[in-house]
């Protein structure tokens, strides 16, 4: 039962009266549209994230601010129809890259922090067909844009080439970082304080192995590295990450007699690749092995073993930890998604069916913590597929993926982007996070209610101001005991005892000791 209590102009819906949760409900980011793919989303430790997608006309992206909502998406510069392959990444300082596929050509367009996103770049010759970018930055490289490539004559095997980016949009010559005569695809990206390192398959049509090639600060790519041995054991979806020292660590799937399993190598800060260890028991279907690690070198690994994530864990210096399940077992669940803050903070997120329902599912560990139990974030009438996500230090993790009305053809529905944000909360004391700070409707008419909702990282006293925009003197205020996960506030045209009259209003939410977030209101 929902009680409610009245003061005045103003009910509240105590945070009693909503399920207390680890995930905040999901809302629409995009609506649908024909075309559209799905998300890919970045973020950094102090809670911002862009998340962009391909769509007919170009490819949308969207930024979202430390505990806010997802902005209004925007068409990226230079981007148009035959954009695909999308991929994002973001400093801590805000500043973000999108690179995309365009007929057959790699383009990235940069955004500094706060501003719009700059002229694309176009980084790949026409005389090679691109294909699978992927962008990361580091020291050196802001940011670093990796892809594979192909002879548009077929006159010559695939190649991975690499270029490094400023902040202004400008990139240098991309340069060839696999070796001539064998075949190198599938490559994986990360920077850190240290430079960046790019990552891929090689075969020569009878043996695969994992190479790669780094760059400090400045200079060309190192020679090619081998982190696996040379086997006819096929590779797929390898994975890599830096610490800030400069420890490596990449994960993949390998086939091997008949069975797949999930493995993992890594590269100290002087010497070479270790010998690859598994991390999963062998099965029929071992994929989408991925590999995150924190500033300090602690890694976490997930893959998707036989329809049931999985993940372990490798602290700093010690061994890698047995196999634990995290999904669902009533679930089949699909290739996973895996973002780690510099805090060590982690999301895994993955797409999941039964009964032929498609929905999206995650779980959250907080910094110093261990996961939460799998939860279903998407909404049920709202198919779902393909989630990726970001978390910061504060434990706040926004996740996008795709969806689509249940009741159009699959084939040809149209496909929006829906987002939740989850609240692993903090082992360490310390203040509640204000997120997804809400009013619907955000125009209203004088007495029409509003309702406020906002997600709490913790249980706290909260205080609500209003204020007429742009700096007048808080008009009215109320206290309230908000509980982790959602809270609402239903207001009746005003706010303690003060009418909210025609005109811009600046509604704040400050938690006890903590970050006040802020939204607009306009009465008419």
Do not use: H, K
Not at 235 to 260: I, Q
Not at 345 to 360: E, F, L, M, N, R
């Amino acid at each position: 039962m929902i009680r409610s209590l009245a003061i005045g102009l103003l009910v509240i819906a105590p945070p009693g009266a909503m399920a207390a949760t680890s995930w905040l409900p999901p809302s629409a980011i995009a609506p649908p549209a024909r075309g559209a793919g799905p998300p890919v989303v970045a973020g950094n430790d102090d809670g911002r994230a862009i998340a962009a997608w391909a769509t007919r006309t170009g490819v949308m992206a969207s930024v979202r601010t430390p505990g806010g909502p997802w902005y209004s998406p925007r068409r990226v510069p230079g981007s148009g129809r035959g954009a695909t392959e999308v991929q994002v990444a973001m400093t801590d300082s805000g500043l973000a890259a999108v690179t995309w596929v365009q007929d057959g050509r790699i383009r990235t367009s940069i955004r500094p922090s706060g501003r719009r996103f700059l002229p694309a770049a176009v980084l790949s010759p026409r005389s090679r067909v691109a294909a699978s970018p992927r962008v990361a930055f580091g020291r050196g490289c802001a940011p670093l844009v990796a892809w594979a490539s192909e002879d548009s004559r077929g006159r010559s095997p695939s190649a991975v080439s690499a270029a490094c980016g400023r902040a202004n949009g400008r990139f240098a010559r991309a340069t060839g970082v696999s070796p001539q005569g064998e075949s190198a695809s599938s490559p994986a990206v990360a920077g850190g304080r240290t430079g960046v390192i790019v990552l891929w398959r090689q075969d020569d049509g009878a043996t695969y192995r994992v190479r790669s090639a780094t760059r400090g600060p400045s200079g060309p790519f190192s020679p090619p590295d081998t982190a696996s041995p040379v086997g006819t054991g096929v590779v797929v979806d390898p994975s890599v990450d830096l610490a800030a020292d400069g420890t490596a660590m990449a994960a993949w799937s390998l086939t091997r007699g008949g069975e797949v399993v999930a493995q993992a190598a890594t590269r100290p800060v002087t010497g070479g690749w270790g010998p690859p260890i598994d991390l999963s028991q062998p099965a029929a279907q071992v994929r989408g092995t991925r590999m995150a690690m924190d500033a300090g070198g602690n890694a976490i690994a997930t893959w998707s073993r036989a329809g049931v994530i999985q993940m372990a864990r490798r602290p700093r210096g010690a061994a890698w930890s047995p196999p634990r399940d995290l999904s669902d077992p009533g679930l089949t669940a699909g290739a996973p998604f895996l973002a780690m803050s510099g805090g060590g903070a982690t999301v895994i997120t993955w797409p999941a069916s039964t009964g032929g329902a498609a929905v999206v599912q995650g779980a959250l560990r907080p910094v110093g913590g261990e996961f939460t139990t799998a939860a279903t974030i998407s909404d049920a009438r709202r198919p779902g597929i393909a989630p990726q996500g970001a978390i910061g230090d504060d434990g706040v993790a926004p996740v996008a993926w795709q969806w689509t009305d249940p009741a159009d053809d699959p084939l040809i529905a149209p496909s929006g982007v829906m987002g939740a944000t989850g609240l692993a909360g903090s082992e360490a004391p310390g203040p509640a996070t204000v997120v997804d700070l809400r009013a619907r409707p955000a125009r209203v008419r004088p007495g029409q209610a509003i309702r406020i909702t906002f997600g709490l990282s913790s249980p706290s006293r909260v205080r609500i101001t209003a204020r007429r925009a742009p700096r007048g003197s808080v008009a009215g205020a109320i206290s309230l005991s908000g509980a982790d996960g959602a809270n609402q506030v239903v207001l009746s045209g005003g706010l303690g005892g003060a009418s909210l009259g025609r005109g811009r209003w600046v509604v704040t939410a400050t938690p006890r000791g903590g970050t006040p977030r802020s939204l607009s209101l306009v009465v008419v």
